[in-house]
């Protein structure tokens, strides 16, 4: 009996990270929205007022390709970052006072919930836009 206890806490356990970011992601559709008016993603996603967003976690700054990024992504502390999950936290909660000059004019999410969610949507998305293996 403690054995079959413990083998169902197991299976919980082992189908609750799969569950939560199926969620987190269908949440972080939600957030998205918020970026949508000036940013692209999946298979078809262009650039627009901003660069498309696929694959961005893990995507080196400013390199989208045939987006024209103001000077603010040509400094070299901002051109050699990589869109790491701690890299955009921190962006997305201020984007004008991380990148001072950018173009981008958003205030930025306060909300750490959000942010997790949100990445969790972009992570769906590989670089050319079909959905991350
Ligand atoms: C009003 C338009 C606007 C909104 C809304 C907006 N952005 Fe942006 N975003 C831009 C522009 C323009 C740039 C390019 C900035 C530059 O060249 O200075 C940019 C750049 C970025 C970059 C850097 C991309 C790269 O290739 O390095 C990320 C990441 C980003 N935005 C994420 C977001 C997310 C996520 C949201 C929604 C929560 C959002 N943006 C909302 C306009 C916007």
Excluded at 7 to 29: C, H, T, Y
Excluded at 90 to 100: E, F, L, M, Q
Aim: hydrophobic residues 40%; positive net charge; contains cysteine.
């Amino acid at each position: 009996m403690r054995n079959l206890i413990a083998l169902a806490a197991f299976a919980v356990v082992a189908a609750a990270p799969q569950l939560a970011s199926a969620q987190d992601a269908a949440a972080g559709q939600r957030v998205f929205a918020q970026c949508r008016a000036c940013h692209q993603i999946g298979p078809t996603a262009r650039n627009g007022v901003g660069p498309e967003l696929n694959g961005l976690i893990g995507r080196t700054a400013g390199t989208a390709p045939g987006y024209n990024y103001s000077d603010a992504y040509k400094r070299p502390e901002v051109a050699s970052k990589v869109w790491s999950e701690e890299n955009f936290t921190t962006y997305i909660r201020d984007p004008r006072g991380v990148t001072p000059g950018t173009r981008m004019v958003f205030a930025g999410l306060r909300n750490d919930q959000q942010i997790t969610d949100l990445i969790a949507y972009l992570k769906t998305f590989a670089a050319d836009g079909k959905p991350a293996q």
